[in-house]
């Protein structure tokens, strides 16, 4: 199997970028700050995805938040390989997969300001809040798949990827 790999990154002018017209992906003002905070306090290291005529492709964010912190340029890779149907599907799919990830709670326990990282204090706080059994009925415990037996298992929890019916 031949690996597609993107070989051409460059700085380009903040200026010629072109952000795809449908773009489907929203961004809020306070969704920008925060990624002009990121940009301020990481640098800008994530590269925009462009064609060659700088239609963006991935990177609408960080493009806007680059503009609004007086960027002129900004790093680029070129998707060489897509075709113009692979380039629409593939502004959807960065998108989309992102939101399929979860998070390990445990391994967010890091010490620094978990604040540079776009939460808010209130997300913080639910992903380090001890989960108690309100009730001391048992609702809250987790149990392992093994503990059903052979059961078939018709739904899955996007969360956290724990099998049920």
Not at 8 to 25: C, G, M, S, T
Request: aromatic share 10%; glycine share 6%.
């Amino acid at each position: 199997m031949e690996i597609k790999v993107v070989k051409d990154f460059q700085l380009v002018e903040v200026e010629k970028l072109v952000p795809y017209i449908n773009n489907a992906r929203t961004h809020s003002p306070a969704q920008i700050n925060k990624l002009r905070a990121s940009i301020r306090e990481f640098g800008f290291i994530s590269p925009l995805v462009i064609d060659r005529d700088f239609n963006v492709l991935v990177g609408h964010g960080r493009l806007e938040a680059a503009k609004e912190e007086e960027y002129t340029k900004v790093p680029c890779v070129f998707a060489d390989n897509l075709t113009e149907a692979q380039k629409k599907a593939y502004i959807l799919a960065d998108n989309r997969m992102a939101m399929d990830a979860g998070w390990d709670e445990e391994l967010l326990r890091i010490d620094f300001d978990m604040r540079l990282t776009g939460f808010r204090e209130d997300e913080i706080a639910d992903l380090f809040a001890l989960k108690e059994d309100p009730d001391d009925t048992g609702s809250n415990k987790e149990f392992d798949e093994g503990e059903f037996g052979d059961e078939e298992f018709r739904h899955e929890c996007p969360r956290c990827g724990f099998r049920y019916n």
